[in-house]
């Protein structure tokens, strides 16, 4: 404990870190705690996979187990918790691996957003580094939108990754370990993985895992990486992927690091249970406490925009007019087309009926 009562005087003294004192606290303090309550087993393991509690494989009579609910019921910082602390500032429920649950209703209504909307609204709050591009999809016109689940791949060291494979045989883990992180995915989840672009012995996964994938998420993937099986992975009706490339070689020299960790994904950051927006243009990561807004403010665009576009083509106002700030007589004619067109319009009766009753715009 006086260790830790060093290390948080240090970071009062060190604000050149970058981020609020007390996030540079609460992380020591998390560390601190873990590192003193962890068995010497897990300490070197459980900052990147889940432990055996966490990952919910822990056996009978052991002195570290978990609950129905998921939670870690022995002293020390659960996987769970670390998310948590990497996404502090969603509020909302969050699904039992700690991940944020954005709501399904937010997650239908984001297939609707463009990627240049979901940038603007993210490039006016701060967040600079959420979009990457130059993909290769499987299917160009089919987007991937869902909560992501992370995975961290790292060029292949032997003495790691054989601590790795052990503990997973531990941990009561089912074949390699690239099948690992399927096997923690829910219905609607994108597994998101950072393979550091490698394309030649790369390959994540072939047409099993594809299937795989697909029947418990229901959803695609997004590597940065590469996939084998091309012709069987088309086959998988509603799948799709934004990889780096495709490649007959089978996945070698690479071992996972992390699941449901930060992961990079080119020029861009992706943490677990953000939003995956993949769109031909790219892929965007929408953070979780920002996803209903970009949904909101998406929607705003596409009536104006609707709405705009019918009286340009009538020649009833001057592009000028509708560009620019809208005069009373043209907000009064926009609520009468909302009523008109309610029920034809890309956007929820209740969204819109929300706007006639504030009558804000």
Not at 29 to 48: E, F
Not at 224 to 253: H, M, T
Not at 319 to 339: T, V
Request: net charge positive; glycine share 10%.
């Amino acid at each position: 404990m006086k260790t830790t009562v060093r290390l948080l005087s240090r970071a009062r003294l060190k604000p050149s870190l970058g981020l609020p004192p007390s996030l540079v606290k609460a992380i020591i303090l998390a560390w601190a705690v873990s590192a003193l309550t962890a068995r010497p087993s897990q300490r070197a393991y459980s900052a990147d996979l889940p432990s055996p509690a966490e990952a919910g494989y822990a056996k009978a009579g052991s002195d570290t187990s978990q609950s129905r609910t998921g939670e870690q019921t022995s002293p020390g910082i659960s996987r769970t918790n670390l998310v948590q602390l990497y996404t502090s500032a969603w509020e909302g429920p969050r699904l039992p691996d700690g991940r944020p649950k954005v709501p399904d209703d937010i997650i239908q209504r984001m297939r609707s957003v463009s990627i240049e909307e979901a940038w603007a609204v993210l490039r006016n709050e701060g967040y600079h580094n959420q979009f990457e591009g130059n993909w290769k999809m499987i299917h160009s016109n089919a987007p991937i939108v869902g909560r992501a689940l992370t995975a961290q791949y790292m060029p292949a060291r032997p003495d790691v990754k054989k601590m790795i494979d052990n503990q997973g045989r531990a941990e009561g883990r089912i074949g390699a370990s690239n099948s690992w992180p399927i096997d923690m995915l829910q219905k609607g989840d994108v597994y998101v993985a950072d393979g550091f672009g490698k394309i030649i012995d790369g390959t994540l996964i072939g047409d099993n895992l594809g299937n795989s994938i697909f029947a418990k998420s229901g959803n695609g993937v997004v590597f940065d990486g590469s996939l084998r099986d091309l012709e069987g992975l088309e086959e998988i009706k509603g799948f799709n992927a934004f990889v780096r490339g495709w490649d007959p070689s089978f996945i070698q020299e690479m071992m996972l690091t992390g699941i449901n960790v930060p992961i990079r994904i080119g020029r861009a950051l992706c943490l677990p249970g953000d939003v995956v927006l993949a769109k031909r243009e790219g892929v965007i990561f929408v953070p979780a406490h920002l996803a209903e807004k970009v949904v909101k403010n998406a929607e705003a665009i596409i009536l104006r925009d609707r709405f705009g576009h019918q009286r340009l083509k009538e020649g009833k106002y001057t592009p000028g007019q509708i560009d620019g700030k809208w005069s009373n007589e043209i907000r009064e004619d926009f609520f009468k087309w909302l009523e008109q067109n309610i029920n034809e319009l890309p956007v929820p009766k209740k969204v819109i009926q929300e706007i006639l009753e504030k009558r804000t715009w």
